[in-house]
């Protein structure tokens, strides 16, 4: 018990060093939760907009059906 009051200021040193490693530790980590996060958002969106251009197409085709045409998957117009 003596060793620890004699030697209180290393322990406080490496208090300290414990304290700032484990908030670099914690900012880290914040930055990959915020790229992480961006990430996420990002294939999102693309996914959003991946959906609203196949909904606008199969519109196309299904108002092609409607008026009687014929869809041609190969030139993707409409024949009447």
Not at 48 to 75: E, F, L
Request: hydrophobic share 45%; glycine share 8%.
């Amino acid at each position: 018990m003596a060793w620890l009051f004699n030697h209180w200021k290393i322990l406080a040193g490496i208090a300290a060093i414990a304290a700032v490693i484990a908030s670099f530790a914690m900012y880290r980590q914040s930055l990959i939760n915020e790229g992480w996060d961006r990430a996420i958002k990002q294939v999102e969106q693309q996914n959003d907009a991946a959906r609203d251009a196949a909904r606008k197409v199969q519109r196309g085709v299904d108002d092609c059906y409607d008026t009687g045409g014929v869809w041609s998957t190969i030139t993707g117009e409409c024949t009447r």
